[in-house]
Structure formats: structure tokens, C-alpha cells
């Protein structure tokens, strides 16, 4: 069954009926004006399907014949805004729910259930999510990727029913947003990168419009960008920019190396305070999203009081800007009430975390050993990282529970998943996403599946239909060995 309907993330209930329906041609209906409708079009195109009335104001055309097979889109009061029913019957597609988002999601699986001879098989779907917080976290601060490639991320979130595109903005080897407070940031430090310069003709920043645009983008397909400024540590690209940020005042030289943890802030540096006021600000100012992300990782060379003061700082200021923080799980010990953290090396004592979630935090799970995509899916792979000790193959990224995750943490307290590219060693947009694909699906199914209907098998089976959508959309994919994929085309 499981062939036939090829579906990641596995809805709730998914109940078979008999035989097929065509979809070589779809006219979408609804009796509400819908922004989104256009995305019909993106989303059925490559497949083949030929999509009719999808502008942005689609109504019912009750009464007159429409030119194919009807998808009627339908709002229905219900308790979850991300659920919904697909119907596809015999004589046509109907997709119930309570908003927007979940009437996407319903044409995002029926996208899935598109064969290659343009027809769906007839079928029940009821689904809704496990957790609110799906994510990718997509470091364009080692190398940089423009709006563009930004866009063709957020697609692939999308087809995934992922919500949540956090953008690591800063590092220590580049900056990529602008500042408006602080010119210098963008101006000098985005044109740095790992071993070197961006590529002559890029800018190497995200301009405010720019941002925007993309933010606005991403929420068209009902996914928010979260922007992250990494602080106290990973500053390098900042102090280089800045020099008043150091005691010396000397800027740092530019770093295009891989080692973590050397760079940071000063508390008792006059010019910290406002500085990470205004950044922080600034960049608050410029998010359409409810978050802010301030990083926190890896600080090597501050002591823990000092890291403190800086990432209350930094909280702080977030606060003051009117969004929720998050940050990295190293922020626990800090002020982190009703804050997000987002845990990803299982290496520590987890004491501050059970302190943390007492005291309002929730938690993003993206545990290096499943949700870190750069770390190498077989050993010997030309690119990514390999210090979590093993491969992450396509098994790992599926077979976890983010519960459990963390032993002992209450599951009240786990707001979601997020998967993380970095990209120290990701210099193409191939790079990127043979990296994403397969393992942002499997893990797109840990966030929005229940471990009670996941199953390593199914989903191995299921997963190898997509390769055909990926194809179509020009998204480089790796041939995970633990899926058995058709063979290559001139392979
Ligand atoms: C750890 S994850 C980091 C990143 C690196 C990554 C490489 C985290 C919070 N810090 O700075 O890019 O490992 O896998």
C-alpha cells in the first residue's frame, strides 16, 4: 500500500479507495479567495499537470463546465489550523480545513499522490501535525548563498510541511545581513567567507529588501524565517568589521578556517551593550516572524558568569525588540524563560536543561548524530563534516525520538525538530541539497508524524517515488544506500 501512496511525512490516516482519478488537467475552486492558489501552479507544474484557475481570487464556478478535474478547496471551522482532509474520489479532489496552511498541506500531499502517468489514485487522507516547530537551520554564514538559492530551500521546506527556515546570518568567517545601525557589518564582513572571498559579482548579504522579500516569500508558503545573530561567541565576522568590539580596538583579520570557540564579546566593554542593542534591534525591526535566534554555542575562551551576563544581554535585547529568543542549548544557564532553545550535542550534562524547561524554556531538538545533514551520510563522501563519530545516514536521520532525546526532559517541554545544514565544507547549490535530500524528508516525518505510525520500512519504501519530483524540480539528490532507488538514467 505503501507504494501507492507515497506519502512524507505518513499522514494520520490514509484510507485506500478504488481506482484512479486523472489530473492531467485541474481547475481549482474555492468559494473563498485565497492568496496562495497561484502555488497550485508551482506545486502541480512539474509533475505535468496542467493547472487552471489558480489566480489569486479563486471562486467556485458553480454552473459551468470546467476545463478538467475540479480541486475544490474548502475552509471548515476546526481545533488545528495545520490539519486537513484530502478527499480524491473517482470524479474529483476535495481539500477541507480550518485556514490557509492546512488547505496547503492538503494540495502538497496530493502533489505526492501525482504518478507519472498524471493520475491519483482515489483515496481518504486525515492529517495533522505532532509538533508546531518543524524546521531547517541553513548556515549562509561559512558559505554564502543568495536569495535565490534561498527561495529553492524554501520550496523544499515546503514540500516537506516544514514551518520554520532558520538562517545562521552570522559567524565568524561572515556576515550576511544588513545593519543599518552598523553599515560595516554587511559592508565588510559579507564579503568574506570559508577560505576566502564570496564569488566576484555576489554581494555576500542579504540587503533589508532583500530580506524582506524572501521573508515574505517564505510566508506566501506559510514558512517564517527566524534570523540568527550568533552571540557571544562565533563573532570574529563581527569583530572584524567592528574593532570597537575588542579591548584593543583593533579589528580582528578575516577568518576562513573551520576551528570553532576562539572568538567573543567583552561584557565590560562600552561598546557591547549598545552594540548588540542595536544589532539586535535592528534586525528584530527588519523580521516579520515572532523570533529571534542569538546563538550562544560554543564559547570557549568566556567563562561561564561572563557568558552569562552576555547571552542575558543578548535575550534581553531580543525581548526589548518585541520577539521571542532562541537560542543554542549552551544559553540554558542564562535567563531563558519563555524562551526557545535548540539542543544539538548530546555530550554535556543536561542539568541546566531540566532547569531550563522548568523555568518556561521549550526545546528544538536537532541532535547532531540524526538532524545535522552536514555531517557525511556514508563514509568517504566528498563532502561534509564527520565529528559526531559516524555517518548520518538516511536510517539515523529517520529511526529517533525527539522525546527522548534529551532523558528525563518533560515531552511538554519539546516544541519541535529542526534539521542543520552547515556549510563549512557545502560550497554549491548541488552541494546543498544532495546534503537536504533524502534525509530532510525523514526527518520532516519525525517532526510532523507520530512515532506510533512511523516505520523505517515504509518510509523507505515511500521515500524513492519523490526522487522523481526532485528531479523535476533540478534539486541534486544523494542515492542513500539504505533506499533502493531506480537506477540512474544512462546509469
Ligand atoms: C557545531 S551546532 C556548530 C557549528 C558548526 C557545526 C558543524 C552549533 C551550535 N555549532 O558552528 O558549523 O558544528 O557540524
Known amino acids: 500500500m505503501t507504494a501507492a501512496f507515497p506519502l512524507v511525512p505518513w499522514p494520520t490516516t490514509v484510507e485506500p479507495g478504488e481506482g484512479t482519478l486523472d489530473v492531467a488537467r485541474v481547475v481549482v475552486v474555492s468559494d473563498h479567495p485565497l492568496r496562495w492558489t497561484p502555488l497550485a501552479t508551482e506545486l502541480l507544474a512539474p509533475l505535468g499537470v496542467e493547472v487552471t484557475g489558480a489566480g489569486p481570487q479563486v471562486l467556485a464556478k458553480r454552473g459551468k463546465a470546467p476545463a478538467g478535474t475540479v480541486v475544490e478547496l474548502v475552509l471548515e ?37 501525482v504518478g507519472p502517468e498524471r493520475t491519483a489514485p482515489v483515496v481518504a487522507v486525515r492529517d495533522a501535525p505532532r509538533f508546531a516547530w518543524r524546521g531547517l537551520t541553513f548556515d549562509v554564514a561559512r558559505h554564502w548563498f543568495g536569495p535565490a538559492v534561498l527561495r529553492r530551500v524554501v520550496d523544499l521546506a515546503g ?26 557589518l554587511a559592508d565588510v564582513s559579507g564579503r568574506t567567507q570559508s577560505g576566502g572571498l564570496v564569488p566576484d559579482g555576489e554581494r555576500g548579504y542579504l540587503t533589508l529588501d532583500e530580506y524582506r522579500d524572501l521573508q515574505e516569500y517564505a510566508a506566501a508558503r506559510f514558512v517564517e524565517i527566524v534570523p540568527e545573530i550568533d552571540l557571544p561567541g562565533h563573532t570574529n565576522a563581527a569583530t572584524h568589521a567592528c574593532g570597537e568590539l575588542r579591548p584593543d580596538g583593533v579589528p580582528t583579520p578575516a577568518y576562513g578556517g573551520m576551528e570553532v570557540g576562539f572568538s567573543r564579546l567583552w561584557i565590560d566593554n562600552p561598546a557591547t551593550g549598545p552594540w548588540v542593542r542595536d544589532v539586535l534591534g535592528d534586525v528584530a525591526a527588519a523580521t516579520l516572524g515572532r523570533y529571534v535566534h542569538v546563538g550562544g554555542d560554543e564559547c570557549h575562551t568566556l567563562d561561564e558568569p561572563e557568558y552569562v551576563q552576555l547571552v542575558d544581554l543578548a535575550l534581553d535585547a531580543v525581548r526589548a525588540a518585541g520577539k521571542t529568543p532562541v537560542a543554542w542549548q549552551e544559553a540554558a544557564p542564562a535567563d531563558v524563560a519563555g524562551a526557545i532553545l535548540q539542543y544539538w550535542d548530546p555530550r554535556v550534562d543536561p542539568a541546566p536543561f531540566f532547569k531550563a524547561a522548568a523555568a518556561g524554556a521549550r526545546f528544538v531538538m536537532s541532535p547532531a548524530s540524526h538532524a545535522y545533514v552536514d555531517q557525511k551520510p556514508e563514509a568517504g563522501h566528498p563532502i561534509g563534516q564527520d565529528w559526531i563519530g559516524h555517518d548520518v545516514d538516511l536510517h539515523d536521520s529517520y529511526e529517533w525520538e525527539p522525546t527522548a532525546t534529551i532523558p528525563g526532559l518533560p515531552a511538554e517541554a519539546v516544541a519541535g525538530v529542526s534539521a542543520a545544514l552547515w556549510t563549512e565544507t557545502i560550497e554549491t547549490v548541488d552541494h546543498v541539497f544532495s ?57
Open 77 to 113: 471551522p476546526g481545533a488545528d489550523d495545520e490539519s486537513y482532509a484530502l478527499d480524491v474520489r473517482p470524479d474529483g479532489v476535495t481539500v477541507t480545513a480550518p485556514a490557509e496552511v492546512g488547505l496547503l498541506h492538503g494540495l502538497r500531499t496530493l502533489r505526492q499522490l
Open 435 to 491: 546534503m537536504l535530500l533524502p534525509r530532510v524528508p525523514a526527518l520532516a516525518e519525525v517532526a510532523w508524524t507520530p512515532a506510533s505510525s512511523r516505520d523505517w520500512q515504509s518510509f523507505r519504501t515511500r521515500v524513492v517515488a519523490h526522487a522523481r519530483t526532485w528531479d523535476a524540480e533540478g534539486w541534486a539528490w544523494h542515492r542513500s544506500k539504505d533506499a533502493a532507488w531506480a537506477p540512474a538514467v544512462g546509469a
Open 159 to 184: 514540500a516537506y510541511k516544514l514551518r520554520v527556515l532558520h538562517l545562521h546570518l552570522t559567524d565568524d568567517q561572515g556576515w550576511r545581513i544588513e545593519v543599518p545601525s552598523r553599515p560595516a
